[in-house]
């Protein structure tokens, strides 16, 4: 779930008492967009080499990336969608904080410190250590790019929309301004910033969301005596639900489709992870393998605690304010923070403004941290791999190279802006549904074979990216997400789903994988083993990494 989806109507919450207090609300958004600015500006004139702008000069220590991480991470998703969820649907809701905290084991054990030793600054890199050198490169780079893409259409969507309805903009030409000036932030921060910039950003918004999430879940445990067991009671109780708010079932379980979507849902969380391009290039900025290690178990940590801190959120959304105001503000339940943020500082009151206009201040900084990794993600595997690699074939110079980074980023950027202005009034769902698809269909399979498997070709590559990628794409166009249910999906009023899940994990995922085998194994090419002997000792060990 990706943090557009989860924020686009976050805020409607606020919409009405926040007009008297608009002047505070644009003040505190000034004052975070001039710092962050800043920060980008003051790590932009030390970005002089490629290894600067793609890795940060691999100069940061296990915990300032293991907090960066995080901040790439904790998308409004987890802030705003997993309160909305647990205090809607309880346990069921809960079950998406599981999901995306197991991830991290997927990314520490298998993919963090090989990935590390064997690359360079993309997953290119290490799918062409041992491969022919442009065909996969090409592929790395085109499903890079679409994986960032479409996770950057639901940022740029749903943050439009947030600051639309903060600053009581009605217009659709105001709403398009509003896309336009968010894509050209996100330009600056890269182009100016590179990787330097973008990790302090990171970093600075993980810290304001870590303490906002304390801060709300201080409040909510001090209005119930700190008694966790009364706090879950007055839940159960004020959903309607009784018991069974506390029990698994409420929401996936009514039906056999509903409980393979939610099988399909969770296999995307937990292995998307360790294929979102945005998160593999954080595991490149830190000196060491053991560096990435380290800042791996920092990430799940501070995660860990952030997650754990959503129950009090949700739980407390439910019993202090209860699922009916919920629902009637926002029918997916993606206004329950703010809510809570706006009564327990007192509804209609400076102090509930205050609140509110500080939580949405950090959603925003949230979306804006998001978008600038997904960016920069999507810029250094076109300019690395593409340009460098495929079209001048290894001979471009650091300079060039970086060059034509800076105008993939606008670009990116560019098509961004025109996809989100499109998009800001559509279900984002099936968008983010998709790049986690993506990610764990096309970029994981593929990665974890050529890491670990020495029959693997670079047809089973090619094969694994491209089918995977199609295999996704199909079953997500295909779906419910994109027609048939009028409540929730991107097109209305036409039905040409003819597959029932909402999330194409449970078929795309072993697709992915499928394909890869197959196509090695119907593969001509005689796998180099020497490299591969190579590749495993270097991604290991560290003995010859960058």
Do not use: C
Not at 33 to 54: E, M, P
Not at 153 to 170: E, K, R, Y
Not at 330 to 339: D, E, I, K, L, S
Request: hydrophobic share 55%; proline share 3%; net charge positive.
């Amino acid at each position: 779930m990706s943090a557009a989806y989860h924020s686009h109507t976050a805020v409607l919450a606020a919409s009405s008492s926040t007009t008297e207090h608009r002047p505070l609300i644009i003040t505190l958004f000034a004052v975070f967009v001039a710092a962050t600015l800043g920060i980008t500006v003051w790590a932009g004139r030390q970005t002089k080499s490629a290894s600067d702008f793609y890795a940060g000069g691999r100069q940061f220590t296990a915990f300032q990336n293991g907090l960066a991480v995080s901040g790439d991470y904790m998308s409004a998703a987890s802030f705003l969608g997993i309160a909305g969820a647990i205090a809607l649907f309880g346990y069921d809701g809960f079950l998406y904080s599981i999901g995306f905290l197991v991830a991290w084991l997927v990314a520490l054990l298998l993919v963090a410190e090989p990935l590390r030793n064997s690359g360079r600054y993309t997953m290119g890199d290490v799918l062409a250590y041992r491969m022919r050198q442009r065909p996969v490169r090409t592929a790395a780079g085109v499903s890079t790019i679409i994986v960032s893409i479409f996770y950057l259409l639901a940022q740029m969507a749903g943050a439009g929309v947030l600051v639309s309805l903060l600053l009581g903009i009605t217009s659709d030409a105001g709403k398009i301004l509003i896309v336009a000036l968010v894509g050209v932030l996100m330009i600056v921060y890269v182009t100016i910033g590179g990787m330097k910039g973008t990790t302090w950003v990171q970093m600075v918004k993980a810290v304001l969301l870590i303490a906002g999430a304390i801060l709300m879940t201080f409040m909510v445990l001090w209005k119930f005596n700190f008694n966790v067991s009364d706090l879950l009671g007055t839940a159960a109780e004020k959903s309607g639900h009784g018991a069974s708010f506390l029990q698994p079932g409420l929401k996936y379980g009514a039906t056999g489709t509903s409980k393979l979507d939610f099988l399909s849902l969770g296999i995307a969380l937990v292995l998307g992870t360790a294929g979102l391009p945005h998160i593999l290039i954080r595991f490149y900025t830190v000196p060491t393998a053991k560096a990435a290690r380290k800042s791996v178990n920092w990430a799940i940590g501070i995660i860990g605690g952030f997650y754990l801190m959503t129950i009090a959120l949700g739980f407390g959304a439910a019993a202090l304010i209860g699922p009916k105001e919920i629902i009637a503000k926002n029918p997916a339940g993606n206004a329950a923070a703010p809510q809570l943020a706006e009564y327990l500082g007192g509804v209609g009151s400076t102090g509930g403004a205050v609140m509110l206009a500080v939580i949405s201040a950090v959603a925003f900084a949230t979306i804006l941290a998001v978008v600038a990794g997904l960016t920069l993600a999507s810029s250094s595997s076109f300019a690395h791999d593409i340009y460098a690699n495929v079209i001048r074939k290894g001979k471009a110079s650091e300079k060039e190279e970086m060059r034509a980074a800076r105008w993939a980023t606008v670009f990116i950027g560019a098509a961004a802006i025109l996809l989100g202005a499109f998009a800001r009034d559509m279900n984002v769902a099936g968008l983010v549904a998709l790049a986690f698809a993506v990610a764990a269909s096309a970029n994981l399979p593929t990665l974890l074979y050529s890491l670990f498997w020495k029959r693997f070709t670079t047809q089973g590559a090619l094969w694994s990216i491209y089918g995977g990628l199609a295999g996704s794409v199909i079953l997500v166009l295909f779906s419910p997400v994109v027609s048939g249910n009028e409540k929730t999906s991107m097109f209305k009023g036409v039905d040409f789903a003819w597959f029932p899940l909402e999330n194409p994990g449970l078929i795309s995922i072993p697709l992915g994988f499928l394909l890869g085998w197959i196509g090695s194994l119907l593969s001509k090419e005689e796998p180099d083993k020497g490299k591969y002997a190579e590749l495993e000792v270097k991604s290991l060990t560290g003995i010859g990494a960058h």
